[in-house]
T-cell receptor, first 115, second 110 residues
């Protein structure tokens, strides 16, 4: 089966600019996650969707970050305006169900550099 | 909030030596997952532990969940160069989300 797709793979922007990332989960997976992974650290959950509803966004900086999941399938994560500290890899993951006993399948990630 | 720490942060071993990473949670866990991330890659699921004291093996990898369900370990016997990467534990304390640990970066010297 096809894996989790993400685009772009790399993005370089200047601070205060905006950027958007796209994720296409594995077909049929109900749960979609966006993580931020800063170099040398573990992934940090930003937002979790169950179908097209938000389950958890407690660590999403809502003043600058937004995310949506269209029709319970694809998802976009936006940063506006970007700050230097947003430089990180943004990982999208999906799993079959919301019940937390399923493995998460990660996409290749988008490496964001803010200058 | 819940915190998950791993030690050591880095480990360099000679090929053929054993390796162990330890994961400690500030709260009791419902279950714990382990992931491996190769350099430049994305996390890949290795295993999930659910029961207190559970031990699972995958070839040279042995995973253990503590009796109190607050800690876990991953042991690799006779490391190979293919074991290089960062190993993360991810703990779930009964909510819908997993908290990833700080990771242990393993380097294997041939």
């Amino acid at each position: 089966e096809a894996g989790v797709a993400q685009s772009p793979r790399y993005k370089i922007i200047e601070k205060r600019q905006s950027v958007a990332f796209w994720c296409n989960p594995i077909s049929g997976h109900a749960t979609l996650y966006w993580y931020q992974q800063i170099l040398g650290q573990g992934p940090k959950l930003l937002i979790q969707f169950q179908n097209n509803g938000v389950v958890d966004d407690s660590q999403l900086p809502k003043d600058r970050f937004s995310a949506e999941r269209l029709k319970g399938v694809d998802s976009t994560l936006k940063i506006q305006p970007a700050k230097l500290e947003d430089s990180a890899v943004y990982l999208c993951a999906s799993s079959p169900q919301q019940v937390p006993t399923y493995e998460q399948y990660f996409g290749p990630g988008t490496r964001l550099t803010v200058t | 909030g819940q915190q998950v720490m791993q030690i050591p942060q880095y480990q360099h071993v000679q090929e053929g030596e054993d390796f162990t990473t330890y994961c400690n949670s500030s709260t009791t866990l419902s279950n714990i997952q382990w992931y491996k991330q190769r350099p430049g890659g994305h996390p890949v699921f290795l295993i999930q532990l659910v029961k207190s004291g559970e031990v699972k093996k995958q070839k040279r990898l042995t995973f253990q969940f503590g009796e109190a369900k607050k800690n876990s370990s991953l042991h690799i016997t006779a490391t190979q160069t293919t074991d290089v990467g960062t190993y993360f534990c991810a703990g779930n304390s009964g909510t819908y989300k997993y908290i990833f640990g700080t990771g242990t970066r393993l380097k294997v010297l041939a």
